[in-house]
């Protein structure tokens, strides 16, 4: 079935510092893929998407780039800021997933001053 | 955009008592909304999958007697904690999509439940 993997945390930078968060997944077809941020105590917030092959999605500086040859949707930000740490999930859909996200399980974020 | 609108956001029962969380889609209509329970420090567990006028789709493992759901309008579902006790306590959150898979689900900001 469809899975989505993401690299462990957590991730510790200071700020001003270039982040990856690595993504790849497992899925038929051509899935949608999402990037979510989870501020403590919050719900979800969408931060970027890309339904199909070579899109980038951007959103606040960060972006991410649907690589099907490699199937991988990595996160990416030039310059992190300490408001920037919080939790990123990585979730696909796919066609075969009847209207379900598969989320990856999450890599804690802390930007330090 | 598109805003859900989840209450209450925290709550604390007694053992043995039912809790009600409501999850509304404010500007859209959201035909299916998903509920997930969320433990410290983990990813999304999905619970059940809420499709307005008929009855939710759980996935396995989820007590359906026990986290009663129900979607009776396009813009309003309900989860229900029955006799709940101290492990049910977690981080609840609803979503929903007003615009297909594609275009991504919102989140409402979730539910801190506590039993004691």
């Known amino acids: 079935g469809d899975s989505v993997t993401q690299m462990e945390g957590p991730v510790t930078l200071s700020e001003e510092a270039f982040l990856t968060i690595n993504c790849t997944y497992t899925?038929?077809?051509?899935?949608?893929l999402f990037w979510y941020v989870q501020y403590p105590g919050e719900g979800l917030q969408l931060l970027l998407k890309?339904?199909?092959?070579?899109d980038k999605g951007s959103n606040k500086g960060f972006e991410a780039t649907y690589r099907k040859e490699t199937t991988s949707f990595h996160l990416e930000k030039g310059s992190v800021q300490v408001s920037d740490s919080a939790v990123y999930f990585c979730?696909?859909?796919?066609?075969?997933?009847?209207?379900?996200?598969?989320f990856g399980q999450g890599t804690t974020l802390q930007v330090k001053p | 955009g598109a805003v859900v609108s989840q209450h209450p956001s925290w709550v604390i029962c007694k053992s043995g008592t039912s809790v009600k969380i409501e999850c509304r889609s404010l500007d859209f209509q959201a035909t299916t909304m998903f509920w997930y329970r969320q433990f410290p420090k983990q990813s999304l567990m999905l619970m059940a999958t809420s499709n307005e006028g008929s009855k939710a789709t759980y996935e396995q493992g989820v007590e359906k007697d026990k986290f009663l759901i129900n979607h009776a309008s396009l813009t309003l579902s309900t989860l229900t904690v029955t006799s709940a006790h101290p492990e049910d306590s977690s981080f609840y959150i609803c979503s929903a999509s007003g615009g297909g898979a594609g275009y991504g689900y919102t989140f409402g900001s979730g539910t801190r439940l506590t039993v004691v």
């Open positions: 979730a696909l859909y796919g066609s075969s997933n009847t209207g379900k996200l598969i």
């Open positions: 899925a038929t077809g051509y899935p949608s």
């Open positions: 890309a339904t199909k092959a070579d």
